[in-house]
């Protein structure tokens, strides 16, 4: 299904149909992603309806969209493009210990795509944006590079010399 994208969807329904949702959600309806970006284009979504092995509805696809931020380095704003992959089981908790997928529970209700799109974009947007460090204009960090003339660190190699001293 290509085109306007339904505000509310049933992941079981689309799983059963084999759906593939593609599409844009408009800037104006990406609230909580505009509170914390300055969002430039619509939200590209494509998105791939199935069944996992454990019998779950899954979501698989990717949605990005391109926002404008300031970094946090040189407080310049610089635009970028956030790319979430949707890897998302739909259902219950499941009862073993090892999880290696997301999973959103609500087994059968009907999930707002525009909440769900914006999850996606948030967890993958960066939490301090910054630019690539060729493309900033901060002063380069000292710190962080290593010196050359430096051996490996030894935070415990006083304790050598306290634990060879004879006891009294």
């Known amino acids: ?6 505000e509310k969807i ?24 505009g509170a914390a970006f300055d969002v430039r284009t619509p939200a590209s979504v494509e998105l791939l309806f199935a069944f996992s092995s454990e019998r779950r509805p899954l979501i698989t696809g990717e949605v990005s969209v391109r926002v404008a931020s300031t970094c946090q380095r040189c407080l310049q704003e610089f635009e970028s493009t956030v790319t ?4 998302v089981q739909v259902g ?3 009862r073993d210990d090892e999880q290696d997928f997301e999973l959103v ?7 707002r795509l525009v909440d769900f799109v914006e999850d996606e974009l948030l967890l993958e947007a960066p939490m301090i944006p910054v630019h690539p ?5 901060a002063p380069a960090a000292t710190a ?3 010196q050359e003339d430096e051996g490996p660190r030894r935070p415990f190699a006083g304790l050598q010399n306290l634990m060879d001293r004879p006891k009294k």
């Open 1 to 6: 299904m290509q085109g306007k994208l339904p």
């Open 10 to 33: 049933d992941p079981k329904r689309l799983a059963h149909q084999g759906t593939t949702l593609r599409g844009e959600i408009p800037v104006a309806s990406l609230e909580r992603l």
């Open 84 to 87: 979430a992959k949707v890897d």
């Open 92 to 94: 219950e908790s499941p």
């Open 105 to 111: 529970l609500a087994a059968d209700e009907a999930l």
């Open 133 to 137: 460090v060729s493309d900033c204009s």
């Open 144 to 146: 962080d590079v290593p």
